[in-house]
Every structure is written in structure tokens, then in C-alpha cells.
T-cell receptor, first 116, second 115 residues
């Protein structure tokens, strides 16, 4: 089946630095990438939706200048957490879709971010 | 907008027995898909089963089956012959036609299978 490869799986960074998370669709073209955040023992919360070649659409309450999303190609989308703070520590997971509402979509493996 | 509610934050079941996880949802649309995802300790999201709303027949996948009650907007998951590897978080989700491929998740149910 289709695979979305997400890296890194775990990252620890210092407060004030930036961290980039990559999601690559390996055997399909991900025209849309969904980015989620998950706190411990909670559900997945949609942060933003990005379509290849256009600006991401952010959910209410998500700071677009803090969570920069780039979807410059059909196989790569990135999420950069800028000037990270301890409260940004969380599990981030992407989900790539190759088309419209009738098509399947696939999750990456997730990234556990710890900001110290 | 869609909402998904999972009323059981935690459940446990003895190995080899059957357990049912509840899910209710709300949508004004008639064309949608429902899903159950499993998230084991690795946190990888694994699709367990999906149901198209227009299909009356309940979906089944080996030991996993659903009870889809469209009028009641209920979508429960039954796990038969529970195995230790079924221990995980389970999320119910809905995807509507008008929302493209966006999923709305429930709050999750933590299932513990006991030996």
C-alpha cells in the first residue's frame, strides 16, 4: 500500500531553535497534506491543510508564523516549528492524500518533539 | 461541521473475549465515510475498518466488525477473540464528501486486553 515516510521520528531541541519535520509520499503523489498535533492521551487535532503549490490553510487557533508549512512538491511537505518553546512539545503526524474525497489517504509514522 | 463522540475513555477485556467500542457522530451530509483507527504504543495510525454511509451492509475485517446504525448515527466497533496485540487507542473518525479528505476524530478509547 501507499506509504508516507515521516522524519525524524523523535527530536529534542533547545528552546528558541527551529525544527523541521518532513513527510514524503513514497509511491503516490500527495496533492494534499494534513498536519495533526496530538497531546498525550488525547485525540488528533488538525493544525493545517496544505495543497501542493499553494499556501496552507490553518485551523483556528494555530499560529501560522509559528508552524510554517511548505508543500512545494507532490511528494514532499514540511512542517517547521519556529522558535520552539516547551509548550510546543507534542506528537506531530502528517497524512497525505492523492486526490479528492473519494481517494484514500495515508498517515506518516509521527514525530515526537521535545523542547527543553 | 462534523462531530464524533466516543463515550468510553477506557475499556478492558480479557484475552479471547469480545468487546464493543461505541461511537456516535453528527453530520448534516448524506455522503460520508466512517473509520476506525488503531493507535498502538508506537503511535502509528493504523486503519482498522471503514464503512461507506451509502452501504447498508456492515463492514467486517477478520476479527473486526462494525454495527452501523445510520438513523441513530452510531458506528460501533466489535473486536472478537481479543488478542494482546489489540491493546491500543482506538479512534472513530468521519470523512464527508464536502470536506475533501479531511478526517474528524473522536476523543479515543483506550483498550487494554488482559491475559
Amino acid at each position: 500500500g501507499a506509504v508516507v515516510s515521516q522524519h525524524p521520528s523523535r527530536v529534542i531541541c533547545k528552546s528558541g531553535t527551529s525544527v523541521k519535520i518532513e513527510c514524503r509520499s513514497l509511491d503516490f503523489q500527495a496533492t494534499t497534506m494534513f498536519w495533526y498535533r496530538q497531546f498525550p492521551k488525547q485525540s488528533l487535532m488538525l493544525m493545517a491543510t496544505s495543497n501542493e503549490g499553494s499556501k496552507a490553510t490553518y485551523e483556528q487557533g494555530v499560529e501560522k508564523d509559528k508552524f510554517l508549512i511548505n508543500h512545494a512538491s507532490l511528494t514532499l511537505s514540511t512542517l517547521t516549528v519556529t522558535s520552539a518553546h516547551p509548550e510546543d512539545s507534542s506528537f506531530y503526524i502528517c497524512r497525505g492524500s492523492q486526490g479528492g474525497s473519494g481517494t484514500e489517504a495515508f498517515f506518516g509514522q509521527g514525530t515526537r518533539l521535545t523542547v527543553v | 461541521a462534523q462531530t464524533v463522540t466516543q463515550s468510553q475513555p477506557e475499556m478492558s477485556v480479557q484475552e479471547a473475549e469480545t468487546v464493543t467500542l461505541s461511537c456516535t457522530y453528527d453530520t448534516s451530509e448524506s455522503n460520508y465515510y466512517l473509520f476506525w483507527y488503531k493507535q498502538p504504543p508506537s503511535r502509528q495510525m493504523i486503519l482498522v475498518i471503514r464503512q461507506e454511509a451509502y452501504k447498508q451492509q456492515n463492514a467486517t475485517e477478520n476479527r473486526f466488525s462494525v454495527n452501523f446504525q445510520k438513523a441513530a448515527k452510531s458506528f460501533s466497533l466489535k473486536i472478537s477473540d481479543s488478542q494482546l496485540g489489540d491493546t491500543a487507542m482506538y479512534f472513530c473518525a468521519i470523512r464527508t464528501h464536502n470536506a475533501g479528505n479531511m478526517l474528524t476524530f473522536g476523543g479515543g478509547t483506550r483498550l487494554m486486553v488482559k491475559p
